[in-house]
């Protein structure tokens, strides 16, 4: 075990989107004990700032004035078995493609349609990541966190997250309130395969079998045909949400597009951004050193040394868009630092 502390740390290999940022004080901790050791160190206006594989942050400034916070805790452990299901409680700090590798080469169901999303475990249970139909929260079973305040371990059930679309009760009512050292995760012995959304059944022929590797392998290709690679073309992956909306508006809009794509949603209709994006002629077009990526609308890219305002500028501008002529506007997935 060990604790790994830097002064003046370059996080340029810590936020996918390339920014060249600078944390006064880095912190890299690998087990609950030296997390709590840490936090006991500090003081109570300490700015501190929890961060996984930076996939979902935009670092609004060259310098952060406090102390950066990463988890190395790594390991698998099961803490419960069944006949139709197993548990798997997971450190925060796993890549989560390798946790979904590492189940989906076991047989064992539920995160396959998760398969090449970037991050961290940790982070699956803050932002309820999720694609393909499925999200986090269909998996998760507890969070383990760490108080801020007063160093204490709690455990919150899946209810207890009050999970929504790339929403939880940790970025809401408890935000900066709780560091998550560990997410549980039930998955199923006998899988049940959603391929419906985006017809990914499509892929498949009519009497092939269809494992859990063959829809893993289906999703990282889609994904890769889609989605840049951050270390050639710098990017957040989503940018924006997909919204959500009255279904008096989507009714009008339907009018207008018959062949307006949508899906259910609660107290309402989705609509893929990526669609609404690419009607008002913003994909594959750029505004100073930021493009809107050519094969995915959703997704900003960094064209080279882009600093922030210039993804800031773009996402303004493709929001403004949208707006005028949807009357929807999009909200940001990434989160501005």
Not at 85 to 90: E, P, T
Not at 254 to 270: F, Q, R
Not at 323 to 336: D, G, N, S, T, W
Request: some cysteine; overall charge negative.
């Amino acid at each position: 075990m060990y604790m790994r502390i830097e002064q003046d740390f370059s996080l340029l290999q810590y936020n996918t989107f390339g920014m060249k940022a600078v944390a006064r004080c880095f912190v890299e901790y690998s087990s609950v004990a030296e997390l709590q050791q840490f936090l006991r160190s500090c003081s109570s206006d300490e700015q501190i700032l929890q961060i996984g594989g930076g996939s979902n942050l935009l670092f609004t400034h060259p310098l952060f004035e406090g102390t950066v916070l990463h988890s190395a805790i790594q390991g698998i452990e099961v803490v419960e078995e069944e006949e139709e299901s197993i548990c798997l409680k997971v450190g925060a700090g796993m890549i989560w493609d390798e946790f979904v590798a590492y189940v989906v080469a076991h047989g064992w169901g539920g995160a396959e349609n998760l398969s090449l999303i970037p991050g961290e475990v940790g982070a699956s249970a803050i932002q309820n990541i999720g694609a393909y139909g499925v999200e986090a929260k269909d998996i998760i079973s507890k969070v383990y966190t760490i108080n801020r305040n007063d160093y204490s371990e709690r455990i919150f059930n899946n209810e207890d997250c009050n999970y929504g679309y790339r929403s939880s009760i940790f970025k809401n009512s408890l935000k900066n309130q709780y560091i998550v050292t560990h997410v549980s995760y039930e998955l199923r012995k006998h899988p049940i395969l959603n391929l419906s959304y985006g017809n990914i059944s499509a892929a498949f022929g009519a009497n092939e079998e269809i494992t859990l590797q063959k829809v893993r392998d289906h999703i990282i290709r889609i994904r890769q045909e889609k989605l840049p690679d951050p270390k050639v073309l710098g990017n957040a992956g989503s940018y924006f949400m997909n919204p959500i909306v009255p279904y008096e508006l989507f009714d009008a809009l339907k009018n207008d597009y018959p062949t307006i794509p949508s899906y259910p949603a609660e107290a309402g209709v989705k609509i893929p951004a990526a669609w609404l994006i690419q009607q008002t002629g913003w994909k594959g077009r750029e505004l100073g050193r930021a493009a809107v990526y050519e094969k995915q609308p959703l997704v900003l890219v960094n064209t080279g040394d882009a600093e922030a305002i210039d993804i800031i500028q773009l996402a303004n501008a493709v929001i403004f868009a949208v707006e005028k002529q949807f009357a929807i506007r999009l909200k940001p997935e990434v989160i501005y630092v």
